[in-house]
């Protein structure tokens, strides 16, 4: 049983650039959240798929967008790169937020460098 | 504004004691608290969750309290081992059980052979 698998593992960039994150969920969950982690600090939510659309989104500018497929997987969008978006990115999924089951499950996560 | 605060130096105990990790918080309500392990270049692994109505919950060597009076959790790894040597972060839902959850930003334990 696959767990949550993110691509890629690494990724430099410079700024001004754009980038995609992908996440694919663990069997059978069908809920996506992406959180931003940086050296020394805790992950913080950037925003969660719930059915192909957005739920909730955490205090991040609107360069940051995702998408959710039909499949559930998801990806994460990063325009005008800075320097400060420098983190580990990590995806994690869980049931659907009707259902009892609060514990999330995380990738590896994406260790982006923006140079 | 929302607070959540975790011990952020290092955790030195020696093999075979208690680890007590602390998770304090400020203007939360929240509906469920959380603790995970994070080994170096890893995501999180989900270890607990105690409920805002629930005083303490056990899992193996593992045991969480949750006091909301005094808005703080107690983690405690017993009989600590080499192999629990990681950081362990405590999360909060911030949207009463939605989970978009707020870390603290973790305590490093090192357990010393």
């Known amino acids: 049983d696959a767990g949550v698998t993110q691509s890629p593992t690494h990724l430099i960039k410079t700024r001004g650039q754009q980038v995609t994150l992908r996440c694919s969920p663990k069997s059978g969950h069908d809920t996506v959240s992406w959180y931003q982690q940086a050296l020394g600090q805790g992950p913080q939510f950037i925003f969660q798929?719930?059915?192909?659309?957005?739920?909730q989104r955490g205090n991040f500018p609107d360069r940051f967008s995702g998408h959710q497929f039909p499949n559930y997987s998801s990806e994460l969008n990063v325009n005008a790169l800075l320097l400060g978006d420098s983190a580990l990115y990590l995806c994690a999924s869980s049931l659907g937020p009707r259902l009892s089951d609060e514990k999330l499950f995380f990738g590896s996560g994406t260790q982006l460098s923006v140079l | 504004s929302q607070k959540i605060e975790q011990n952020s130096e290092a955790l030195n105990i020696q093999e075979g004691k208690t680890a007590t990790l602390t998770c304090n918080y400020t203007?939360?309500?929240?509906?469920?608290l959380q603790w995970y392990r994070q080994d170096p270049g890893r995501g999180p692994v989900f270890l607990l969750l105690i409920r805002e109505n629930e005083k303490e919950k056990r899992k193996e060597r593992l045991k969480v309290t949750f006091d909301t009076t005094l808005k703080q959790s107690l983690f405690h790894i017993t009989a600590s081992q080499p192999a629990d040597s990681a950081t362990y972060l405590c999360a909060l839902d911030s949207r009463g059980g939605r989970r978009a959850l707020t870390f603290g930003s973790g305590t490093r334990l090192q357990v010393q052979p």
């Open positions: 203007n939360y309500s929240p509906a469920y």
């Open positions: 798929y719930y059915e192909e659309e957005e739920r």
